[in-house]
């Protein structure tokens, strides 16, 4: 969980599936090291891993805070920060018969599938639990397309904006 997005409207619809199920919604954020995990073996500190996990306690403040604000999902909600891979933290999080793992999935450009994995890819092929892919917003799509042409300086035409 990021706060991108795509990863909101994961959350809300993760806050939709508990309702209905009259389940608890834990909303997981994995981090790793600077470095990743060899950094951490080459000297990092344990003080340095406590800061570490702390910015991410405070990052999952940050996302459960913009996802709901002062309105609560209904359900009653968990944080946990996790040191791992996205994908593999959730799929240990995410263990039960009963539980259901909601992921985004995230725009998937071809760059971007080379520099980075799909996190609900590799869910979908490791978790034990039903899985539930969540497509990013029209909208999103609308929005970096609009950004893309911004970062290239390409000329919007707004007929291009209306459906």
């Known amino acids: 969980m990021t706060g991108t997005p795509g990863n909101l409207t994961a ?3 993760a806050a939709a599936e508990a309702r209905g199920r009259h389940a608890e919604l834990w909303a997981v954020l994995a981090w790793s090291s600077p470095g990743g995990e060899l950094g951490s073996r080459n000297g990092l500190g344990t003080a340095a ?13 940050e996302v459960l805070g913009a996802a709901f604000g002062a309105v609560r999902p209904g359900v ?13 933290a959730l799929v240990d999080v995410a263990r039960g018969p009963d539980d259901l793992l909601v ?4 725009s998937r450009a071809p760059l971007r599938r080379l520099l980075r994995p799909s996190v609900a890819r590799y869910c979908m092929s490791h978790a034990a639990c039903p899985v ?7 909208l999103q799509a609308q929005l970096e397309s609009v950004h893309r042409r911004n970062v290239w ?7 291009e904006l209306t459906p």
């Open 153 to 159: 300086r390409i000329p919007l035409d707004p007929r």
């Open 11 to 13: 959350l809300h619809r």
């Open 103 to 106: 992921v985004g999935t995230g």
């Open 76 to 88: 009653t909600l968990a944080g946990l920060t996790v040191r791992g891979t996205p994908g593999a």
């Open 132 to 138: 539930l892919a969540v497509p990013p917003s029209p």
């Open 49 to 61: 891993l406590v800061e570490c996990r702390a910015a991410a306690v405070e990052r999952l403040r």
